[in-house]
């Protein structure tokens, strides 16, 4: 995308992710292994459903932000981020709820990694 363009999704929302609202720092455009500040154009309506290549079908989102996303729509990450900071919240609790997150975060980790080396 050409510059004009960046600049003009970039400002839609004030150079913040539209779905956190953390600040982005336009000349901090793409992934980097420490993302402050980090951004990537988000396709609101994803293109595979329909949505367009074009700025009006765009907003600015940090790179863990749209990364997370994946195939979800806003609505969807929304409530996947407020289910994140609910369980974070029992896990420090280490309430009845917070310890059985706690299992089945090591089961998911452990299916991750099976998954992995059955790849190789």
């Not at 999704?9 to 420490?34: A, L």
């Given at each position: ?8 999704i970039y400002?839609k929302?004030?150079?913040h992710?539209h ?5 982005i720092?336009?000349?901090n455009?793409?992934w ?6 980090h ?9 595979d459903?329909?949505?367009t ?15 997370l996303?994946?195939?979800r ?10 289910y994140g ?11 009845q ?6 299992r ?10 099976r998954?992995r080396?059955?790849?190789?």
């Amino acid at each position: 995308m050409h510059e004009r363009i960046l600049r003009d999704i970039y400002g839609k929302t004030k150079g913040h992710c539209h779905f956190c609202g953390d600040p982005i720092k336009f000349e901090n455009r793409g992934w980097s292994e420490k993302p402050d500040g980090h951004w990537e154009v988000d396709h609101v309506i994803q293109r595979d459903k329909g949505g367009t290549k074009g700025s009006d079908n765009c907003l600015p989102a940090c790179t863990r932000c749209n990364r997370l996303r994946w195939h979800r729509t806003g609505a969807a990450l929304r409530d996947l981020l407020l289910y994140g900071v609910i369980a974070v919240k029992a896990i420090k609790a280490r309430s009845q709820v917070g310890k059985e997150l706690e299992r089945l975060k090591r089961v998911r980790l452990d299916a991750n990694a099976r998954r992995r080396r059955r790849q190789r």
